[in-house]
Protein backbone atom coordinates (compact mmCIF):
# COMPACT_ATOMS: atom_id res chain seq x y z
CA UNK A 1 0.00 0.00 0.00
CA UNK A 2 3.12 1.73 1.01
CA UNK A 3 4.83 1.54 -2.40
CA UNK A 4 1.66 2.50 -4.44
CA UNK A 5 0.77 5.58 -2.52
CA UNK A 6 4.49 6.60 -3.19
CA UNK A 7 4.37 5.43 -7.29
CA UNK A 8 1.39 7.71 -7.30
CA UNK A 9 2.37 10.67 -5.18
CA UNK A 10 1.86 13.08 -7.85
CA UNK A 11 -1.73 12.67 -7.34
CA UNK A 12 -1.80 13.94 -4.17
CA UNK A 13 -2.03 17.31 -4.62
CA UNK A 14 -5.17 16.76 -7.05
CA UNK A 15 -6.92 15.29 -4.26
CA UNK A 16 -6.17 18.49 -1.95
CA UNK A 17 -6.97 20.82 -4.72
CA UNK A 18 -10.68 18.87 -4.89
CA UNK A 19 -10.77 19.11 -0.87
CA UNK A 20 -9.77 22.79 -1.28
CA UNK A 21 -12.46 23.44 -4.15
CA UNK A 22 -15.37 21.87 -2.09
CA UNK A 23 -14.86 23.54 1.20
CA UNK A 24 -14.58 26.69 -0.25
CA UNK A 25 -18.09 26.50 -2.59
CA UNK A 26 -19.36 24.74 0.79
CA UNK A 27 -19.28 29.13 1.26
CA UNK A 28 -21.55 29.91 -1.00
CA UNK A 29 -24.54 29.15 0.89
CA UNK A 30 -27.81 29.58 -1.48
CA UNK A 31 -28.03 31.17 -5.16
CA UNK A 32 -27.58 34.74 -6.13
CA UNK A 33 -28.65 37.31 -8.70
CA UNK A 34 -29.48 35.51 -11.95
CA UNK A 35 -30.31 32.11 -10.55
CA UNK A 36 -33.20 33.18 -9.27
CA UNK A 37 -34.50 33.85 -12.61
CA UNK A 38 -33.52 30.31 -13.84
CA UNK A 39 -35.15 28.76 -10.73
CA UNK A 40 -38.67 30.17 -12.34
CA UNK A 41 -38.61 28.16 -14.84
CA UNK A 42 -39.42 24.14 -14.09
CA UNK A 43 -36.67 21.77 -15.14
CA UNK A 44 -38.95 18.69 -14.84
CA UNK A 45 -40.97 20.20 -17.82
CA UNK A 46 -40.06 19.05 -20.97
CA UNK A 47 -43.06 22.07 -22.32
CA UNK A 48 -41.49 24.78 -20.37
CA UNK A 49 -37.96 23.73 -21.46
CA UNK A 50 -38.29 24.00 -24.96
CA UNK A 51 -40.55 26.93 -24.77
CA UNK A 52 -37.76 28.96 -22.36
CA UNK A 53 -35.14 27.83 -24.95
CA UNK A 54 -37.15 28.82 -27.89
CA UNK A 55 -37.31 32.42 -26.17
CA UNK A 56 -34.15 32.26 -25.42
CA UNK A 57 -32.92 31.97 -28.78
CA UNK A 58 -35.54 34.37 -30.61
CA UNK A 59 -34.96 37.23 -27.86
CA UNK A 60 -31.76 36.67 -25.75
CA UNK A 61 -28.85 34.27 -26.37
CA UNK A 62 -27.09 31.66 -28.95
CA UNK A 63 -26.19 29.30 -25.38
CA UNK A 64 -28.62 26.16 -26.46
CA UNK A 65 -26.45 23.60 -24.60
CA UNK A 66 -25.59 25.98 -21.49
CA UNK A 67 -28.52 27.32 -20.75
CA UNK A 68 -30.34 23.93 -19.65
CA UNK A 69 -27.86 22.87 -17.41
CA UNK A 70 -27.96 26.30 -15.91
CA UNK A 71 -31.74 25.70 -15.27
CA UNK A 72 -31.28 21.71 -14.09
CA UNK A 73 -28.56 22.82 -11.85
CA UNK A 74 -30.45 25.84 -9.87
CA UNK A 75 -33.48 23.25 -9.82
CA UNK A 76 -31.33 20.64 -7.36
CA UNK A 77 -29.62 21.10 -4.37
CA UNK A 78 -26.63 22.90 -3.58
CA UNK A 79 -24.37 20.31 -3.19
CA UNK A 80 -24.93 19.18 -6.82
CA UNK A 81 -23.39 22.24 -8.04
CA UNK A 82 -20.63 22.28 -5.69
CA UNK A 83 -19.77 18.61 -6.93
CA UNK A 84 -20.56 19.63 -10.33
CA UNK A 85 -17.97 22.83 -10.09
CA UNK A 86 -15.36 20.84 -8.19
CA UNK A 87 -15.02 18.24 -10.82
CA UNK A 88 -15.32 20.51 -13.60
CA UNK A 89 -12.45 22.30 -12.26
CA UNK A 90 -10.45 19.11 -12.03
CA UNK A 91 -11.11 18.10 -15.40
CA UNK A 92 -9.38 21.60 -16.26
CA UNK A 93 -6.67 20.58 -13.83
CA UNK A 94 -5.62 17.29 -15.33
CA UNK A 95 -6.39 18.00 -18.69
CA UNK A 96 -3.56 21.11 -18.59
CA UNK A 97 -1.42 17.92 -17.13
CA UNK A 98 -2.01 15.92 -20.12
CA UNK A 99 -2.12 18.00 -22.97
CA UNK A 100 1.45 20.04 -21.82
CA UNK A 101 2.52 16.42 -20.92
CA UNK A 102 3.14 17.20 -17.45
CA UNK A 103 4.46 13.92 -15.91
CA UNK A 104 5.17 12.17 -12.60
CA UNK A 105 6.76 15.40 -11.07
CA UNK A 106 5.52 16.26 -7.48
CA UNK A 107 6.26 19.53 -7.61
CA UNK A 108 5.21 20.20 -10.84
CA UNK A 109 1.96 19.03 -10.37
CA UNK A 110 2.04 21.02 -7.50
CA UNK A 111 2.83 24.03 -8.76
CA UNK A 112 -0.09 23.49 -11.60
CA UNK A 113 -3.05 22.86 -8.73
CA UNK A 114 -1.99 25.56 -6.91
CA UNK A 115 -2.44 27.51 -10.14
CA UNK A 116 -5.51 26.29 -10.78
CA UNK A 117 -6.93 26.03 -6.93
CA UNK A 118 -5.98 29.76 -6.82
CA UNK A 119 -8.09 30.90 -9.90
CA UNK A 120 -10.34 34.34 -8.94
CA UNK A 121 -13.78 32.18 -8.19
CA UNK A 122 -15.21 34.99 -7.32
CA UNK A 123 -15.82 36.77 -11.02
CA UNK A 124 -18.40 34.06 -10.98
CA UNK A 125 -20.49 35.82 -8.09
CA UNK A 126 -21.05 38.89 -10.60
CA UNK A 127 -24.14 37.18 -12.60
CA UNK A 128 -25.37 34.46 -10.10
CA UNK A 129 -22.70 31.85 -8.91
CA UNK A 130 -24.75 29.06 -10.52
CA UNK A 131 -25.26 30.69 -13.50
CA UNK A 132 -21.64 31.53 -13.99
CA UNK A 133 -19.73 28.83 -13.18
CA UNK A 134 -22.17 26.21 -15.26
CA UNK A 135 -21.68 28.52 -18.41
CA UNK A 136 -18.01 29.41 -18.23
CA UNK A 137 -16.87 26.20 -15.98
CA UNK A 138 -18.15 23.74 -18.61
CA UNK A 139 -17.40 25.38 -21.34
CA UNK A 140 -13.91 25.74 -20.29
CA UNK A 141 -13.27 22.35 -19.38
CA UNK A 142 -14.94 20.39 -22.62
CA UNK A 143 -12.97 23.39 -24.63
CA UNK A 144 -9.53 21.91 -23.54
CA UNK A 145 -10.96 18.16 -23.68
CA UNK A 146 -12.04 19.48 -27.52
CA UNK A 147 -7.84 19.54 -27.76
CA UNK A 148 -7.05 16.47 -26.76
CA UNK A 149 -6.28 15.17 -30.57
CA UNK A 150 -3.91 17.44 -31.00
CA UNK A 151 -1.81 15.80 -28.07
CA UNK A 152 -2.43 12.44 -29.76
CA UNK A 153 -1.01 14.21 -32.76
CA UNK A 154 2.21 15.37 -31.20
CA UNK A 155 2.74 11.88 -29.46
CA UNK A 156 2.18 10.01 -32.35
CA UNK A 157 -0.84 7.83 -30.94
CA UNK A 158 -4.16 7.64 -32.74
CA UNK A 159 -7.60 7.30 -30.59
CA UNK A 160 -10.42 4.88 -30.44
CA UNK A 161 -13.40 5.68 -31.97
CA UNK A 162 -15.21 6.33 -29.15
CA UNK A 163 -12.77 8.61 -27.76
CA UNK A 164 -12.98 10.32 -31.20
CA UNK A 165 -16.71 10.70 -30.94
CA UNK A 166 -16.02 12.18 -26.99
CA UNK A 167 -14.30 14.82 -28.81
CA UNK A 168 -16.38 15.73 -31.42
CA UNK A 169 -18.91 15.63 -28.29
CA UNK A 170 -16.52 18.19 -25.84
CA UNK A 171 -16.25 20.65 -29.30
CA UNK A 172 -19.78 21.01 -30.34
CA UNK A 173 -20.64 21.63 -26.38
CA UNK A 174 -17.68 23.57 -25.21
CA UNK A 175 -18.09 25.93 -28.88
CA UNK A 176 -21.46 27.05 -27.91
CA UNK A 177 -19.46 29.62 -25.93
CA UNK A 178 -18.36 32.28 -28.41
CA UNK A 179 -15.51 33.08 -26.39
CA UNK A 180 -14.44 29.35 -26.46
CA UNK A 181 -15.61 28.34 -29.83
CA UNK A 182 -12.95 31.42 -30.82
CA UNK A 183 -10.29 29.51 -28.92
CA UNK A 184 -10.41 26.56 -29.97
CA UNK A 185 -10.69 27.93 -33.38
CA UNK A 186 -7.75 29.74 -33.25
CA UNK A 187 -5.72 26.76 -31.93
CA UNK A 188 -6.21 24.39 -34.15
CA UNK A 189 -6.19 26.95 -37.16
CA UNK A 190 -2.47 27.37 -35.54
CA UNK A 191 -1.95 23.66 -35.43
CA UNK A 192 -3.17 23.19 -38.90
CA UNK A 193 -0.32 25.83 -40.36
CA UNK A 194 1.96 23.91 -37.91
CA UNK A 195 1.29 20.71 -39.60
CA UNK A 196 1.02 21.95 -42.95
CA UNK A 197 4.60 23.45 -42.86
CA UNK A 198 6.27 20.92 -40.81
CA UNK A 199 4.57 17.71 -41.26
CA UNK A 200 3.27 18.23 -44.74
CA UNK A 201 0.01 16.49 -43.06
CA UNK A 202 -3.26 17.46 -41.36
CA UNK A 203 -5.02 15.15 -39.56
CA UNK A 204 -9.18 14.27 -40.37
CA UNK A 205 -9.35 15.45 -36.61
CA UNK A 206 -8.28 18.96 -36.86
CA UNK A 207 -10.16 19.56 -39.63
CA UNK A 208 -13.54 18.17 -38.07
CA UNK A 209 -12.87 20.18 -35.19
CA UNK A 210 -11.74 23.68 -37.04
CA UNK A 211 -15.57 22.87 -38.90
CA UNK A 212 -17.53 22.47 -35.80
CA UNK A 213 -15.79 25.51 -34.52
CA UNK A 214 -16.95 27.52 -37.59
CA UNK A 215 -20.17 25.84 -37.29
CA UNK A 216 -20.64 26.89 -33.69
CA UNK A 217 -19.42 30.61 -34.29
CA UNK A 218 -22.03 31.03 -37.71
CA UNK A 219 -24.80 29.70 -35.32
CA UNK A 220 -24.15 32.22 -32.36
CA UNK A 221 -23.44 34.96 -35.32
CA UNK A 222 -26.91 34.38 -36.99
CA UNK A 223 -29.03 33.66 -33.69
CA UNK A 224 -31.66 36.82 -33.90
CA UNK A 225 -31.70 36.43 -29.71
CA UNK A 226 -27.88 37.62 -30.05
CA UNK A 227 -29.04 40.56 -31.84
CA UNK A 228 -31.42 41.79 -29.99
CA UNK A 229 -29.75 41.16 -26.93
CA UNK A 230 -26.73 43.48 -28.56
CA UNK A 231 -29.67 46.22 -29.08
CA UNK A 232 -30.95 46.16 -25.81
CA UNK A 233 -27.74 46.20 -23.96
CA UNK A 234 -26.52 49.18 -25.99
CA UNK A 235 -29.09 51.12 -25.00
CA UNK A 236 -28.67 50.23 -21.67
CA UNK A 237 -24.75 50.09 -21.24
CA UNK A 238 -23.26 52.22 -24.04
CA UNK A 239 -25.59 54.09 -26.40
CA UNK A 240 -22.36 55.15 -28.04
CA UNK A 241 -21.65 51.62 -28.90
CA UNK A 242 -23.76 52.01 -32.23
CA UNK A 243 -21.49 54.90 -33.54
CA UNK A 244 -18.60 53.14 -32.99
CA UNK A 245 -16.42 51.31 -36.01
CA UNK A 246 -14.91 47.99 -36.74
CA UNK A 247 -11.75 49.69 -35.73
CA UNK A 248 -12.98 51.64 -32.78
CA UNK A 249 -14.54 48.54 -31.62
CA UNK A 250 -11.04 46.59 -32.03
CA UNK A 251 -9.01 48.67 -30.79
CA UNK A 252 -11.24 49.46 -27.79
CA UNK A 253 -10.84 45.83 -26.72
CA UNK A 254 -7.53 45.65 -26.88
CA UNK A 255 -6.84 48.95 -25.21
CA UNK A 256 -9.50 47.29 -22.23
CA UNK A 257 -7.75 43.66 -22.11
CA UNK A 258 -4.65 44.85 -21.83
CA UNK A 259 -5.56 47.51 -19.29
CA UNK A 260 -7.10 44.71 -17.31
CA UNK A 261 -4.69 42.02 -17.44
CA UNK A 262 -1.89 44.50 -15.52
CA UNK A 263 -3.68 47.08 -13.86
CA UNK A 264 -7.01 46.02 -12.59
CA UNK A 265 -7.91 47.71 -9.07
CA UNK A 266 -8.41 44.10 -7.88
CA UNK A 267 -4.66 42.82 -8.85
CA UNK A 268 -4.36 40.35 -11.00
CA UNK A 269 -1.66 38.04 -9.60
CA UNK A 270 -1.74 35.87 -12.46
CA UNK A 271 -0.09 38.76 -14.06
CA UNK A 272 2.20 38.75 -11.39
CA UNK A 273 2.71 34.99 -11.44
CA UNK A 274 3.79 35.04 -15.33
CA UNK A 275 5.79 38.33 -15.24
CA UNK A 276 7.92 36.82 -12.32
CA UNK A 277 8.23 33.12 -13.79
CA UNK A 278 9.21 34.09 -17.01
CA UNK A 279 11.53 36.30 -16.00
CA UNK A 280 13.01 34.29 -13.41
CA UNK A 281 13.30 31.24 -16.71
CA UNK A 282 15.59 34.12 -18.17
CA UNK A 283 17.72 34.44 -15.29
CA UNK A 284 18.74 31.25 -15.32
CA UNK A 285 19.05 31.02 -19.27
CA UNK A 286 22.25 32.27 -20.52
CA UNK A 287 20.77 35.26 -22.68
CA UNK A 288 22.51 38.81 -22.96
CA UNK A 289 22.26 41.50 -19.47
CA UNK A 290 20.22 43.52 -21.25
CA UNK A 291 17.76 41.28 -21.81
CA UNK A 292 17.61 40.45 -18.25
CA UNK A 293 17.14 43.95 -17.28
CA UNK A 294 13.91 44.50 -19.54
CA UNK A 295 12.12 41.44 -18.05
CA UNK A 296 13.53 42.48 -14.29
CA UNK A 297 12.11 46.42 -15.67
CA UNK A 298 8.66 44.96 -16.74
CA UNK A 299 8.71 43.36 -13.03
CA UNK A 300 9.29 46.69 -10.86
CA UNK A 301 7.01 48.65 -13.38
CA UNK A 302 4.40 46.43 -12.55
CA UNK A 303 4.63 46.48 -8.80
CA UNK A 304 5.56 49.96 -9.11
CA UNK A 305 1.99 50.58 -11.06
CA UNK A 306 -0.07 48.23 -8.61
CA UNK A 307 1.67 50.20 -5.74
CA UNK A 308 0.48 53.49 -6.90
CA UNK A 309 -3.13 51.86 -7.37
CA UNK A 310 -3.17 50.44 -3.86
CA UNK A 311 -2.05 53.85 -2.28
CA UNK A 312 -5.03 55.75 -4.46
CA UNK A 313 -7.68 52.98 -3.40
CA UNK A 314 -6.54 53.43 0.53
CA UNK A 315 -6.25 57.29 0.20
CA UNK A 316 -2.61 57.90 0.41
CA UNK A 317 -2.72 59.45 -3.05
CA UNK A 318 -5.59 61.22 -5.19
CA UNK A 319 -6.96 59.53 -8.13
CA UNK A 320 -5.71 62.32 -10.24
CA UNK A 321 -1.81 61.86 -8.88
CA UNK A 322 1.02 60.59 -11.28
CA UNK A 323 -1.05 58.47 -12.95
CA UNK A 324 -5.02 57.92 -12.87
CA UNK A 325 -6.54 54.81 -12.20
CA UNK A 326 -10.05 55.22 -12.48
CA UNK A 327 -12.07 52.78 -14.23
CA UNK A 328 -12.86 53.40 -17.82
CA UNK A 329 -15.31 55.34 -19.12
CA UNK A 330 -17.21 55.11 -22.65
CA UNK A 331 -15.32 58.19 -23.83
CA UNK A 332 -11.88 56.31 -23.45
CA UNK A 333 -10.27 56.98 -26.77
CA UNK A 334 -11.01 60.58 -26.30
CA UNK A 335 -9.02 61.08 -22.82
CA UNK A 336 -5.04 60.74 -23.15
CA UNK A 337 -4.34 59.90 -19.96
CA UNK A 338 -6.50 56.98 -20.40
CA UNK A 339 -5.41 55.84 -23.86
CA UNK A 340 -1.44 56.17 -22.62
CA UNK A 341 -2.31 53.99 -19.58
CA UNK A 342 -3.60 51.40 -21.39
CA UNK A 343 -0.98 51.60 -24.04
CA UNK A 344 1.42 51.45 -21.37
CA UNK A 345 -0.26 48.14 -20.30
CA UNK A 346 -0.09 47.39 -24.41
CA UNK A 347 3.52 47.66 -24.15
CA UNK A 348 4.42 45.32 -20.86
CA UNK A 349 2.59 42.59 -23.05
CA UNK A 350 4.61 42.88 -26.12
CA UNK A 351 7.37 42.68 -23.53
CA UNK A 352 5.63 39.43 -22.63
CA UNK A 353 6.22 37.86 -26.36
CA UNK A 354 9.94 39.53 -26.69
CA UNK A 355 11.10 37.61 -23.60
CA UNK A 356 9.04 34.46 -24.78
CA UNK A 357 11.47 34.92 -27.74
CA UNK A 358 14.49 35.04 -25.47
CA UNK A 359 13.98 32.51 -23.89
CA UNK A 360 12.62 29.57 -25.72
CA UNK A 361 14.26 31.18 -29.61
CA UNK A 362 12.25 30.70 -32.71
CA UNK A 363 11.33 27.38 -32.31
CA UNK A 364 8.06 25.28 -31.56
CA UNK A 365 8.48 25.94 -27.63
CA UNK A 366 7.93 29.84 -28.82
CA UNK A 367 4.97 29.35 -30.95
CA UNK A 368 3.47 27.53 -28.61
CA UNK A 369 3.70 29.93 -25.79
CA UNK A 370 3.02 32.65 -27.85
CA UNK A 371 -0.66 31.12 -29.08
CA UNK A 372 -1.15 30.50 -25.61
CA UNK A 373 -0.68 34.23 -24.59
CA UNK A 374 -2.62 35.62 -27.97
CA UNK A 375 -5.45 32.94 -27.24
CA UNK A 376 -6.07 34.16 -23.94
CA UNK A 377 -5.76 37.63 -24.75
CA UNK A 378 -7.89 37.73 -27.91
CA UNK A 379 -10.65 35.83 -26.40
CA UNK A 380 -10.55 39.46 -24.07
CA UNK A 381 -9.58 41.81 -26.46
CA UNK A 382 -13.15 40.50 -28.35
CA UNK A 383 -15.51 42.31 -25.84
CA UNK A 384 -14.83 45.08 -27.78
CA UNK A 385 -17.24 44.03 -30.19
CA UNK A 386 -19.90 43.77 -26.89
CA UNK A 387 -21.64 46.53 -25.83
CA UNK A 388 -21.25 45.59 -22.64
CA UNK A 389 -17.18 45.85 -22.67
CA UNK A 390 -17.30 48.12 -19.87
CA UNK A 391 -19.85 46.37 -17.64
CA UNK A 392 -19.46 42.72 -17.99
CA UNK A 393 -17.22 42.36 -15.01
CA UNK A 394 -14.38 40.54 -14.35
CA UNK A 395 -16.00 37.16 -15.58
CA UNK A 396 -15.55 37.47 -19.26
CA UNK A 397 -12.31 37.28 -18.36
CA UNK A 398 -11.74 34.00 -17.02
CA UNK A 399 -10.05 32.27 -20.69
CA UNK A 400 -7.66 34.81 -20.32
CA UNK A 401 -6.77 34.17 -16.80
CA UNK A 402 -6.68 29.92 -17.63
CA UNK A 403 -4.31 30.51 -20.49
CA UNK A 404 -1.96 32.66 -18.11
CA UNK A 405 -2.07 29.25 -15.78
CA UNK A 406 -1.46 27.03 -18.67
CA UNK A 407 1.11 29.31 -20.14
CA UNK A 408 3.21 29.61 -17.05
CA UNK A 409 2.27 25.69 -16.64
CA UNK A 410 4.08 25.36 -20.12
CA UNK A 411 7.39 27.08 -18.87
CA UNK A 412 7.71 25.52 -15.64
CA UNK A 413 7.04 22.32 -17.84
CA UNK A 414 9.98 23.13 -20.74
CA UNK A 415 12.32 25.10 -18.52
CA UNK A 416 12.71 23.25 -15.37
CA UNK A 417 13.98 19.65 -14.51
CA UNK A 418 11.27 17.09 -12.81
CA UNK A 419 13.46 16.75 -9.71
CA UNK A 420 13.20 19.48 -6.81
CA UNK A 421 16.58 21.23 -7.12
CA UNK A 422 17.47 24.52 -6.55
CA UNK A 423 16.30 26.41 -9.55
CA UNK A 424 12.80 24.23 -9.11
CA UNK A 425 12.70 25.43 -5.62
CA UNK A 426 12.69 28.87 -6.39
CA UNK A 427 9.95 28.42 -9.47
CA UNK A 428 8.00 26.75 -6.79
CA UNK A 429 8.53 29.86 -4.74
CA UNK A 430 7.35 32.11 -7.57
CA UNK A 431 4.44 30.52 -8.26
CA UNK A 432 3.25 29.66 -4.83
CA UNK A 433 3.96 32.89 -3.45
CA UNK A 434 1.19 34.43 -5.64
CA UNK A 435 -1.16 31.50 -5.92
CA UNK A 436 -1.75 32.08 -2.10
CA UNK A 437 -2.04 35.45 -2.12
CA UNK A 438 -4.67 35.18 -5.02
CA UNK A 439 -6.51 32.63 -2.99
CA UNK A 440 -6.02 34.73 0.11
CA UNK A 441 -7.99 37.21 -1.74
CA UNK A 442 -10.40 34.54 -3.03
CA UNK A 443 -11.53 33.39 -0.07
CA UNK A 444 -12.14 36.74 1.07
CA UNK A 445 -14.58 38.06 -1.64
CA UNK A 446 -15.94 34.59 -1.86
CA UNK A 447 -17.24 35.23 2.02
CA UNK A 448 -18.52 38.28 1.19
CA UNK A 449 -19.75 37.86 -2.46
Avoid at 71 to 89: H, T
Wanted: glycine content about 6%; some cysteine.
Amino acid sequence: MFQKLQKNRHLIPYILLAAFLFAMFCMVKEPTRDDFYYQSIKADSLGDMMAFLSQMYLSWSSRMVTEPLVVLLVNLDMMVWRIFCVANILIIALSVRYLLGVRNSVWKNSALCMLVGSFPFSYYASAGWITTTAIYLISISLGLVALYPLRRLLDGKRSAWWENALFILSAILACNHEQVGAVVLGVYLCSCAYCAVLRRKISRMQICQIAIAVASILFVLTCPGDAIRMEVEAQTWLPEYADWTFWEKLLRGILHAADYYFYTTGINFFAFALVFTLGLALFLRPVRNWKKALSLGTGLWLCLAVGIILLQRLGVLEKDVLFPWEEYGVNMLARGVDVTRAASALLLLLLLFCELFWLFGNSASFWTASMLLAAGFGSAAVLGFSPTVYASGNRVFSIFVYATIVLICYIVNKVFADSCGRRERLALLVTGAFSLASTAKNIWLVLGA
